[in-house]
């Protein structure tokens, strides 16, 4: 039987015996995973994650399971790109050439890999010592992979093929200046047609595809473009036996079939979502996690013996009888591999020394994580904007919730903070609209539903809907008028098309300046502290 694991990523060989085992004998197979890194090639200030623990955990993890006969894969389901300043300032070479020492096999691409020019993601390729792999991304120009589609390896006798995949979001939340001459073509049909094209060639034992696609609960993905749940049910049963994903940055634990384990804590036990037969797994984001999978391969059926959510240094708060916490350890403590940390360190005190000091002062948190401006309005998002609309002179502005990517803490605020919350180097921009023509374009983003990168953050605009209808617009308090002209701040990515957002750039009236997002950012600071958060709060 032909078992077929469906990573975004390629995988190399690793403890191959010198003779193939019996055929009838058991085979064992064990999966290492992380996703969603985006930057944290260092710990953090607790001394959380970090790829020099992470590789402690990788080796012991390894040896052992190579000692007990298993053939090891050690995949990525991409987004290595884009999160801290540190990583952001030298294009994530710290973070390529860190997994490099840790041992990975392969990685999907996932979106953030085209946060920055073509030309960055070759030489990212050159740092790497293992495969980029994405069969769904195509060059419209020639129609070739721009990556390879996927490797097939051999381990302990066993036959092993890796698809890699990518979301078609990307296409829309991709920055256009870098993607416009590529398709990502749907995973379904391609997967399809790849599988049976690796069936003939390769016969393979196992198929793995890792995938940045995304995890959604019994396939309801909303605006999001369709992910790893409805891959594994588009597929014929059991032509890909396991999902290595990312993306939607999560722990995929399940409580029970559709339903996920809201409770799940580090250290905790974690279920895998299985859907037409394909385990799908994800490891969170940030290396906060290592994935172990372990299986039984005997006379063709594929058994998962184990799984496991492995933290890396992650604290959790212990509740004491006096109605206090403390933080405490998830799990033993892993020491940093101390020949990784010292080459990383190096990194970390280059990118350090670009980003010191401090700019300015707020007095209360300016909200920015994930979980709440792609849900509802935010004073960070408020404050953004409050400083592209200086930069510009617009009456409002706009920008989309997954552009803030990061809060700032009360209290002193560095550069770094404002790198963290605007690391994409999107350009400050600004259009003239008339007020019948700022309508028609309300009426589209204002619309934009939670849950998703596109949901619409706003400052000195309001509007009404009725039965999902756009039926008022107030800007700075006054009802619009249709002749009148009003200046709207906007960001290059979102006036590209980004997010899935109207194109603005090639129309009359729009004009994109030279300032990117963070130095505007960063001089509204210079410029207002100590910043006010209650001016910024939500109406």
């Given amino acids: 039987m032909r078992i077929t694991l469906l990573f975004c990523f390629a995988f190399s060989v690793l403890g191959c015996s010198s003779l193939p085992p019996s055929l009838d004998a058991p085979q064992y197979l064990t999966v290492l995973h992380t996703n969603d890194n985006h930057g944290r090639f260092w710990h953090n200030d607790k001394g959380e994650y970090g790829m020099a623990a992470r590789k402690t955990l990788i080796d012991s993890i390894r040896a052992k399971a190579e000692k007990q006969g298993h053939a090891v894969l050690l995949l990525s389901g991409g987004d290595i790109n884009t999160g801290i300043p540190e990583s952001d300032l030298q294009f994530a070479e710290p973070d390529f050439k860190g997994m490099s020492h840790i041992g990975y096999d392969a990685m999907a691409l996932g979106n ?71 398709e990502f073509q749907d995973p379904v049909a391609v997967t399809a047609q790849l599988t049976e094209k690796i069936k003939a060639r390769y016969n393979p034992d196992i198929t793995i595809a890792v995938t940045h696609m995304g995890h959604y609960v019994d396939g309801n993905h909303g605006i999001n473009a369709p992910g790893d749940v409805t891959l594994a049910r588009s597929l014929p049963h059991n032509s890909v036996d396991m999902i290595i994903g990312g993306h939607s940055q999560e722990p995929v634990c399940m409580r029970a079939l559709n339903k996920t384990d809201a409770h799940f804590q580090p250290g905790r036990a974690c279920q895998p979502d299985r859907q037409n037969g394909t385990w799908i797994m994800q490891a969170h984001e940030w290396g906060k996690y290592v994935g172990k999978a372990e299986f039984k391969l005997e006379k063709g059926q594929l058994t998962l013996l184990d799984y496991q959510l492995l933290p890396v240094n992650l604290y959790i708060e212990q509740s004491h009888a006096d109605g206090t916490t403390t933080a405490v350890l998830a799990n033993d ?3 940093p591999n101390p020949e990784l940390q010292a080459f990383l360190a190096k ?127 107030f800007i700075n308090g006054e009802a619009i008028d249709a002749n009148k002209t009003y200046r709207m701040s906007i960001n290059s990515f979102n006036a590209a098309g980004g997010d899935g957002y109207p194109v603005l750039t090639d129309r009359a009236g729009f004009v994109s300046t030279d300032e990117t997002d963070s130095h505007a950012l960063k001089r509204f600071f210079a410029e207002h502290s100590p910043v006010d958060a209650a001016l910024f709060a939500p109406q």
């Fill in 333 to 335: 403590y892993i020491a």
């Fill in 347 to 473: 990194f970390q005190e280059k990118g350090a020394q670009q980003i010191e000091g401090q700019i300015g002062y707020v007095n209360q948190r300016l909200e920015g994580d994930r979980s709440k401006v792609r849900f509802q309005q935010t004073n960070l998002a408020r404050v953004i904007i409050q400083a592209q609309m200086n930069s510009t002179g617009a009456d409002f502005g706009i920008v989309s919730g997954g552009g803030v990517r990061d809060s700032i803490a009360a209290g002193k605020v560095s550069y770094k903070d404002i790198l963290k919350v605007q690391p994409f180097k999107n350009k400050v921009a600004y259009i003239d609209f008339k007020g019948h023509e700022l309508w028609q374009y309300l009426a589209t983003v204002s619309r934009f539903p939670p849950d998703s990168g596109a949901y619409l953050q706003y400052h000195n605009i309001r509007f009404e809907h009725h039965n999902n209808k756009l039926v008022n617009v």
């Fill in 112 to 182: 953030h890999e085209f946060d920055n020019p073509l030309s960055v993601l070759r030489q990212q390729q050159q740092w790497a010592s293992f495969p980029f792999l994405s069969a769904n991304i195509v060059s419209k120009a020639s129609g070739e992979n721009i990556v390879d589609g996927y490797k097939v390896f051999n381990k302990n006798g066993l036959t092993i093929a890796v698809i890699g995949l990518t979301t078609t979001d990307t296409a829309k939340i991709g920055n256009p200046e870098y993607i416009s001459q590529l």
